[in-house]
């Protein structure tokens, strides 16, 4: 049976270059959506756009005294402001929602 879910979402771990990871929860758009981030402006600005609209929480993440952060803009915004955690989210979701597709 397929059932063809209105708001379809997938979780996945993203390990870091120095080792560290965290997860991210991120919300499938149709590909037209998606296309439209690239439309106009710079690649970089589409992907920022692009994940401000997908990633819909951020887990396993703790602050400098090692508590846990609560999922908020202010923490995605400092995530897609390192270029090395930035992309792992974008390919995480590239690889993740191909996948998510397929099994719905």
Do not use: W
Request: charged share 25%; glycine share 10%; no cysteine.
């Amino acid at each position: 049976m397929f059932n063809i879910a209105q708001d379809r979402r997938f979780t996945e771990t993203i390990t870091t270059v120095d080792g560290q990871s965290f997860t991210a929860t991120y919300l499938i758009l149709p590909d037209e959506d998606i296309e439209a981030f690239f439309e106009d402006g710079p690649a970089e600005t589409g992907i920022k756009e692009l994940l401000r609209r997908v990633v819909v929480d951020l887990g396993d993440v703790v602050g400098p005294d090692k508590t846990p952060l609560a999922f908020s803009t202010e923490l995605l915004e400092q995530f897609l402001g390192r270029a090395d955690l930035r992309h792992g989210l974008l390919t995480t979701y590239r690889t993740g929602r191909i996948g998510a597709q397929l099994g719905n």
